[in-house]
């Protein structure tokens, strides 16, 4: 197992570790440069102002409300400071992030600001250790951080439904037949101690199909028991599950701990007034009706994520919500779509009808995800 960390005078240095950590991507896209990758700690020592959001602890410009919602504001054209960064110029930015690299032409996706209303723009960065669990959308976000050169150790760890599952490894988790152990969370949990900063997110693998098997026992032991579980009903179980380990091993004095909430999806293009039967397929300008809705998003299962923070920030867990569904609901232009590495060969009839194969779920960079962690990065300082 390799751990490779990049110094800010750009060179490498590679040692043993002696854990199995999942810590860092090993994802579709690094397989034929670090095959054997387990863990990635990107430690970046440059400064670099960015433009952030404000939180309540920041002084307002003249005329302002004291008080911001980070999450209500609108999306601005800005072509003089952004992108942040280039795609060519960051090296993660792989597989289906790349949307340049796999032929999308028009850049003005990467253009646009998202600006809160009633808020001034800090220019900080912060030395931290920050790690990212989840699935693939929070891996999207980990590179994006990654790109915009933070002054932290960054690392991602992958566990897309949170607890344990037969789809926790890294680059082998497409499996038809899901297996998850609601109750079991400790196989991961291990490797998130001694974190500043822990962004969690799980989503999208539990909105997928209505049910999903529950294993009650272990993988390998005896008492194996299954059972067909709605997934909503298992989604909060994971949550409580989640919860437990939160309360009983973070540091409250020391750790900070962020919840990403759903990204959106844009599957229907008749939803925004579309082609009936398209999707993100060729979209190019944000969404720009005020109060615009996905009506296919699962917001039951927020409300559940919230009932969670809620009980832990009465425990003195210091813990946010980052509820990013409003401002990502507008982008149906800044999905991967087409523009992607393609991890399987395309059929004739997908080849004939690109919209049947565009991937409406995951995010270009530099993209969506930078405001995202505009937006983290305004909580941490």
């Not at 209505?210 to 179980?237: R, T």
Request: with cysteine; proline share 4%; net charge positive.
């Amino acid at each position: 197992m390799r751990h490779e960390k990049i110094k800010s005078n750009g060179t490498r240095e590679s040692n043993r570790i002696a854990n199995k950590a999942q810590i860092a991507a090993i994802w579709w896209g690094l397989r034929s440069i670090f095959p054997s990758l387990k863990q990635l700690s990107i430690l970046l020592g440059r400064d670099r102002d960015l433009l952030l959001s404000n939180p309540n602890n920041i002084a307002p410009s003249p005329g302002t409300s004291s008080l911001c919602d980070l999450f209500s504001g609108s999306w601005v054209f800005d072509n003089a400071s952004h992108p942040l960064y280039k795609e060519g110029q960051c090296e993660y930015v792989m597989g289906q992030l790349a949307c340049g690299k796999f032929g999308r032409k028009d850049l003005k996706y990467q253009q646009w600001r998202w600006q809160p209303h009633g808020c001034d723009l800090p220019r900080e960065t912060t030395n931290k250790r920050l790690m990212f669990v989840g699935d693939s959308l929070n891996r999207g976000q980990w590179v994006s951080l990654v790109c915009m050169d933070y002054n932290a150790t960054i690392e991602f760890y992958w566990a897309p439904l949170l607890v344990e599952s037969n789809c926790d490894d890294p680059v082998n988790h497409r499996i038809g037949n899901r297996i998850v152990r609601v109750g079991a969370i400790g196989k991961h949990a291990k490797h998130w101690s001694d974190v500043d900063i822990l962004v969690f997110n799980s989503y999208l693998w539990w909105r997928q199909r209505p049910k999903i098997k529950v294993l009650w026992g272990s993988f390998v032991g005896l008492d194996k028991k299954y059972e067909m579980m709605k997934m909503p009903q298992a989604y909060k179980i994971a949550l409580n599950t989640w919860s437990d380990w939160i309360q009983v091993h973070v540091d409250k004095s020391k750790t900070q701990v962020f919840f990403i909430g759903m990204s959106a999806t844009h599957e229907r293009a008749k939803d925004w007034g579309g082609i009936a039967g398209h999707n993100c397929f060729k979209e190019t300008e944000p969404i720009t009706k005020v109060g615009y809705r996905e009506r296919r998003s699962t917001r039951g299962m927020m409300h559940m994520l919230q009932k969670a923070i809620d009980k832990l920030q009465k425990m003195g867990v210091n813990i946010h919500a980052l509820d990013i569904t409003k401002l990502s609901e507008y982008r149906k232009d800044a999905h991967s779509s087409i523009h992607k590495e393609q991890t399987t060969n395309l059929t004739q009839h997908q080849i004939a009808n690109p919209v049947t194969y565009a991937d409406c779920f995951h995010w270009c960079l530099p993209g969506l995800p930078d405001v995202w962690n505009e937006l983290l990065y305004t909580y941490i300082l």
